[in-house]
């Protein structure tokens, strides 16, 4: 096997723990672990998974993370890398990524004989609360670094952390301004580069758009920065909206931005809510809907769990089980009034629910006259043609509506063959350039 082939295949092993909620909900630890003690931990721990002794690895996990990965796991899948990524060769110095809510994050990167890995090690209370093994992210071809200058900003009421990719043309005194766009996120925690396994779609558009000339903004969401403020009742409001609606103020009030061409683009649950966002603001100068849902969220998680369930033959008794109790949490999803209380529904209280519930994105998006675009991948298996369709119908005739369908790309936008499944993701890839392209073309047309 060749040294590419092995590489390619290695992809197939990225690990992502724990399961993250599917709405708002994060992973949590209260302040106090020192970033050295986070760090030497970080190294006992990769130095334990090298020399296999994978058990002492596993006693220092969390209840979590010990659920979703236990030791005959983590020795089936630490195998596999070995038997593809050949023997170790070095272990690299470890580094900080960012410490967020009390939780340390630390990249360790191991150098293998056919390939580099960076495990990334969460820490919190002396325990190990994330455990990911993944491929270092690397720019696409689209991208070109000498065109911008990423700085770091602040974003919203709870100051979360931000990247703002400012095109070198925007940074001279006699330039004229340029437009920009804020990336919304989709459902559950995400961190400012919307990072699923290897792949980095957020960073993907942010840089590739401030090559072209078109500033970009992007953050941390608020349910992952800031999980422990998620135990209680919340709407999309304080999950999405409020931090949105900063970050295009925050655009607004910087010198190298045009203020009238700002434009909100939101993917999944973000491209949903886009409608709702900019219905009635004069700061917000066209949305662009990226698989956006139009069908009610708690139906699409029970078509996802049906697909997912049925994807290799008919499914047994206990995951049939787990589709008819998503179905029946879904049913009373869909069924929540304002003033519910008692416990989450589907990993979010009632009241989110019964926000989305009086919410109908197709709607709301017929009555913008705003420039819009919309996006969808044929090979979408999360959002699909049926949740398109509605667009479809509601903005059909309407000279201000694009629509563009993409038949080789998945839910991220990235191209792939035959029939998805979940995997996918953890392929190292990119967003392809047509979409970066259609996005460019989109600003590109905004009245002057």
């Known amino acids: 096997m060749s040294d590419a082939t092995k590489k390619r295949r ?12 599917a709405l708002g909900v994060g992973m949590a630890g ?30 220092r996990f969390t209840p979590d993370v010990a659920q979703g990965l236990s030791l005959p796991a983590l020795e089936k899948m630490w195998e596999g890398v070995l038997s593809q990524g050949g023997a170790v060769r070095e272990i690299a110095p470890a580094r900080v990524d960012r410490v967020i809510a009390g939780v340390t994050v630390v990249i360790v ?30 720019a696409p071809d689209y991208v070109d670094r000498a065109k911008f200058t990423d700085l770091a900003v602040t974003v919203g009421p709870m100051a979360l952390g931000g990247t703002l990719s400012l095109p070198e043309m925007a940074a001279k005194e006699t330039a004229d301004r340029v437009p920009a766009v804020v990336l919304i996120h989709g459902s559950g925690p995400h961190d400012r580069d919307a990072t699923i396994g290897p792949n980095r779609p957020f960073r993907d558009i942010a840089e590739g758009l401030a090559s072209r000339g078109i500033a970009a903004l992007r953050y941390e969401k608020r349910t992952k920065a800031h999980p422990e403020r998620f135990a209680g009742t919340f709407t999309v409001w304080e999950e999405t909206i409020e931090d949105v609606i900063a970050a295009v103020a925050l655009l607004a009030g910087r010198q190298e931005i045009d203020a009238k061409k700002i434009v909100i683009v939101g993917h999944s649950l973000g491209g949903m809510l886009a409608p709702r966002i900019a219905a009635g603001r004069s700061d917000i ?72 519930n009086a919410y109908d994105p197709a709607a709301t998006a017929a009555k913008l006259s705003l420039p819009l675009l919309i996006l969808q991948g044929e090979r979408d298996y999360q959002v699909t043609a049926d949740d398109l369709k509605r667009f479809k119908t509601a903005l059909a005739g309407r000279r201000n509506v694009t629509i563009r369908e993409f038949p080789p790309l998945n839910h991220l936008f990235m191209p792939g063959e035959g029939r998805i499944r979940p995997q996918e993701y953890l392929k190292p890839g990119h967003v392809d350039p047509s979409v970066i392209e259609t996005l460019v073309g989109f600003m590109s047309s905004l009245p002057k």
Do not use: C
């Not at 106090?32 to 030497?40: L, M, T």
């Not at 066209?286 to 699409?300: C, F, H, K, Q």
């Not at 047994?316 to 179905?327: G, S």
């Not at 049913?331 to 989305?356: C, E, F, H, Q, S």
């Open 109 to 138: 990167p191991v150098w293998l004989e056919h390939a580099m890995l960076d495990l990334r090690i969460s820490v919190a209370n002396d325990k190990v609360a994330g455990f990911f093994i993944t491929q270092p992210w690397s």
């Open 30 to 59: 209260p302040a106090g672990h020192g970033q050295g003690a986070a760090e030497k931990l970080a190294i006992d721990v990769v130095n334990d998974v090298v020399n296999h002794r994978l058990a002492a690895v596993v006693a």
């Open 10 to 21: 290695l992809t197939k092993l990225v690990i992502a723990m724990p399961v993250l909620a």
């Open 285 to 356: 100068a066209g949305v662009i809907i990226m698989s956006g849902p139009t069908r009610p969220i708690p139906l699409i998680m029970v078509v996802q769990a049906e697909y997912l369930a049925n994807l290799d033959g008919p499914a047994d008794e206990t995951t049939k089980k787990v589709v008819e109790e998503t179905k029946a949490e879904a049913t009373r999803a869909m069924m929540a009034k304002p003033g519910n209380v008692g416990p989450n529904i589907l990993r979010a209280p009632a009241r989110y629910w019964a926000d989305l």
